[in-house]
Every structure is written in C-alpha cells, then in structure tokens.
C-alpha cells in the first residue's frame, strides 16, 4: 500500500508508548487517524497534539476484548474519517514475568484475552471492510521480538506474541491476490510503558505485580578490595523512540513487508533459532520420494508456503 494520503488509520492502544508513536508517524505520513484505547483519559491527553499540528486524528474508547464494542468503534472511526484502510492491532498487556507453572489461570485469561483475541477481534470486524471497500488496505498487528525468539521466564507474554505472528503469516496467505497486505511487526525495545498502563487496565480482582513473588535473580559479586565496581552502560539506549518505530511501521506498510523489525541487533538470535531447527531434522534418513512426490505436487501448502518469498531485503 504506496500512497497512503489522506487515508485512515485505525490504530489500538495509540494513548501511549508505541501505538502514539505510530499515530503521530501516520500523522506526519498525510494519514487521518483514529486512535483507539481503552484509557479515555489517556487518549484526551494526546489527542490535542494531532490539533496543534493539523493533523486529523480522533480519539475512540474502545477496550479490544469487547466483541460488540469493537463494531460500534469501527462504525464510529468509519463515520468520523471515512472508510478504514490501516489496522493496526497494537493494544496489548503484559503479566508479572513468572515461569508459567507459578502462573495464575487469571494471569493467563487476562493475557490472551487482550493481546490474542483483542487482536483477532480488530481483523474480524475490520478486514471484511477493506475487502468490500476495495481500496488498498493493510493489517499489522504488534508481536515482539520475544515472540519469535523467547525470554526466559515470560512464556505468557512470548506465546501471546508468538500467536499473533503466527496469525498474521497466515492472514499474509489467505489475502494474496486482494486488496488487503498484512505484515507481522516484532519490535525490539521501544520507549513505551506496558509495564505501567498493563496493570492500571488490568481487571481489579488480579493480584496485583507487588503481591508476585518476584524472580530472584543473584546480585552481582561484590568488587575485590581495591577493584573498581563494573561500569553499567546507560540501559536506556537499547530502546528507540516510539516515533521512529512508528516509521519504520509507515516504510513496512508502503514496501508491504511480511516482517518489519526495528533493531539489527536481534538478527543473529532469530538466525540462531532457525539454525537449530534446520539441525533437528534426520540426517540418518533420506527423503522418501514417494512422500516428497506428494507433499511437492499435492501438498505444497504443508510444506513451503509462498508467504515467506514475498519478505524483499530491506
Ligand atoms: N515497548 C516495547 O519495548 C515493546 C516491544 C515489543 C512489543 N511491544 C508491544 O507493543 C504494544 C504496545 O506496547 P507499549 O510498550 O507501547 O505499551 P503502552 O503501555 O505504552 O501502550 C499500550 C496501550 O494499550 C492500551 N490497552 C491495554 N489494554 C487494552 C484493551 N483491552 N483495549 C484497548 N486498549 C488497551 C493501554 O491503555 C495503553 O495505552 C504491545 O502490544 C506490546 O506487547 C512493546
């Protein structure tokens, strides 16, 4: 999707963080955009940005697990700036950081439900409508780096992200050959502040992140008498702003990237990964050729899917 003046943008969680940073570089990119969340507060506090510098925004209350809600929210956005023509389900939650055996069935309700079915509830209501519009339309949905090469220690929070990667590779498929691209977007670290808005929209019957047992991580060695303590880099370079993922989202859109990534520095552990899957298949057996007669003239689509050709070099 090349030209994307004076187009719609519909972008959840965009009262904060990254979904902001995405609003303001559809903004800047000639885009109309709404900017739903579920914060109505939060979403009044950014909303005279777009005001102040000429842009066309308005702000939509929506929480994302409401499946009724979402509709009402898509009639609204569509009334206010017309028809929709970028999704972008980026509105998501994290839960305290435990391995999944100390996790609580409440924790894993709270998750999926936002950062999975929130997400599949936005293609539901909103693909359906770029498909009959028939104009050029995009779908991207924020996964996360640890979605496709996990931390340890936040399975609820990877298997979320994994899913929804997951769900927009196979989105990618079925809408080959329609108006409608769609693109997985697995950022690195971006300023954001999922770690506090998650717990001001999370239900008041969970327990709170100061009732978790935290993970007990070994404090450093002290230093030696008379040696140095080791000098700490600035932890806050590792993230960029939330602008600048945003045109990387804008760039991902316009080349119609399956993947847009935003740090480099990640490359090596996806390879990894992907490495030490090739090394797991048999060595001791050749393929059988009649099973590989059939998987390559019958069964293509279980064993290579086309999607993954479409990803250009950057
Ligand atoms: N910041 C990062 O480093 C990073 C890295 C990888 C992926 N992500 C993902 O990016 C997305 C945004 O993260 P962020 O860091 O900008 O967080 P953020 O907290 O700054 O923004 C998230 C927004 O989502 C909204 N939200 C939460 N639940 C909602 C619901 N049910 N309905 C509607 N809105 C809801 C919140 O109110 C908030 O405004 C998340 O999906 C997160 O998992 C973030």
Redesign the pocket.
């Known amino acids: 999707m090349k030209d994307l003046k004076n187009k719609h943008a519909f972008v ?2 965009a ?5 902001l940073g995405l609003a303001k570089a559809f903004a800047k990119a000639g885009m109309n955009v709404s900017l739903v ?3 109505q507060k ?1 979403l009044d506090e950014v909303l005279p940005w777009f005001s102040e510098h000429g842009y066309k925004a308005q702000g939509i209350a ?4 409401d499946r009724e809600g979402y509709v009402t929210a898509a009639d609204k956005a569509e009334a206010g700036l017309g028809p929709i023509h970028v999704l972008v389900n ?4 994290e839960v305290p950081m435990v391995p999944l055996w100390q996790s609580t069935y409440d924790d894993v309700d709270f998750i999926t439900t ?2 999975i079915k ?1 997400a599949i509830n936005g293609i539901i209501t909103i693909v359906p409508r770029m498909l009959k519009n028939g104009e050029p339309a995009h779908v991207v949905t ?1 996964s ?1 780096q640890s979605g496709l090469s996990v931390v340890p220690g936040a399975t609820l929070y990877n298997l979320t992200k994994a899913a929804v990667a997951a769900m927009m590779e196979t989105l990618a498929s079925d809408l080959q050959g329609t108006n409608v691209g769609a693109s997985v977007f697995a ?1 690195g ?2 300023q ?3 770690s ?3 717990y001001e ?1 999370r239900p008041a019957s969970l327990p709170n992140q100061a009732e978790v047992k935290p993970r007990e991580v070994a404090p450093p060695p002290p230093p030696k008498p008379g040696e140095e303590p080791p000098k700490m880099p600035d932890f806050s370079k590792a ?1 960029i702003p ?1 602008e600048d993922a945003g045109d990387i989202v804008v760039r991902g859109i316009q080349r119609g990237d399956l993947y847009i990534f935003t740090h480099p520095e990640f490359k090596s552990g996806i390879q990894a990964k992907f490495e030490s899957m090739a090394r797991a298949y048999p060595t001791d057996q050749t393929p059988d050729p009649e099973r590989e007669d059939i998987f390559k003239n019958y069964f293509t689509f279980l064993t290579s899917n086309p999607i993954y050709k479409t990803q250009e070099q950057r």
């Open positions: 959840t969680g009262a904060s963080g990254i979904g969340d579920l914060r939060a929506l929480d994302v697990t980026n509105a998501g939650v936002v950062n929130g924020t996360s950022p670290p971006v954001g502040n999922l506090k808005t998650s929209v993230t939330a």
